[in-house]
């Protein structure tokens, strides 16, 4: 497994942007997968492949990547969107990063 | 509707295997890698490793040597034992979906995780 490497923690102002992003080697030949977690509950899946939604989350999530680094962004943060957000990438998941919604 | 259970001992002493099993329902039980994947408390995530239902395993290099994961597809089940433990190994343990045949490597269902706590 390789490592992938997140930011620890962001914060974004309700109703703005927020890029969250993932960074490895595994990367230039994988796409990432994106979890959302919230305290004491299961990772959600909410983004895979080149940007790829699952039924349910909301089109304010999309992905994106280039070279070596994986990104999520959320546009249009709401206060339900505060969690922590871990990439995965074939067997190996990022450090996570916490967003923080003010 | 997919659903993975975790279940059990919640309290495992320090030297001994923690073995878990998780039981799927609603689903088909090929076609997936079965996998078993951990968050020690206030901390990420760490996958441990998976199984296809053929029993073909791959597992984190660093867990290796002490983990065993198996299948009984007539059950619907897989299986974790993990050998040796510490306190390090206490964290919460989920098992988890992962479609085999897609493009993409994703984990489309969890189940809702156990805690194992690892006395001395």
């Known amino acids: 497994s390789s490592e992938l490497t997140q930011d620890p923690a962001v914060s974004v102002a309700l109703g703005q942007t927020v890029r969250i992003t993932c960074q490895g080697d595994?990367?230039?030949?994988?796409?990432a997968s994106w979890y959302q977690q919230k305290p004491g509950q299961a990772p959600v899946l909410v983004m895979y492949g080149k940007n790829n939604r699952p039924s349910g989350i909301p089109d304010r999530f999309s992905g994106s990547s280039s070279g070596n680094t994986a990104s999520l962004t959320i546009t249009g943060a709401q206060a339900e969107d505060e969690a922590d957000y871990y990439c995965d990438s074939r067997d190996s998941f990022g450090t996570g990063t916490k967003v923080t919604v003010l | 509707q997919v659903q993975l259970q975790e279940s059990g001992p919640g309290l495992v002493k320090s030297s001994e295997t923690l073995s878990l099993t998780c039981t799927v329902s609603?689903?088909?039980?090929?076609?997936?890698?079965w996998s078993w994947i951990r968050q020690p408390p206030g901390k990420g995530l760490e996958w441990i490793g998976y199984i296809y239902y053929s029993g073909s395993t791959n597992y984190n290099p660093s867990l290796k040597s002490r983990v065993t994961i198996s299948v009984d597809t007539s059950k619907n089940q897989f299986s974790l034992k993990l050998s040796s433990v510490t306190a390090a190994d206490t964290a919460v343990y989920y098992c988890?979906?992962?479609?085999?045949?897609?493009?993409?490597?994703?984990?489309?269902?969890w189940g809702q995780g156990t805690l194992v706590t690892v006395s001395s």
């Open positions: 595994s990367l230039r030949s994988n796409y």
């Open positions: 988890a979906r992962v479609p085999r045949y897609s493009s993409s490597w994703y984990i489309d269902y």
């Open positions: 609603g689903g088909s039980f090929s076609g997936y890698f």
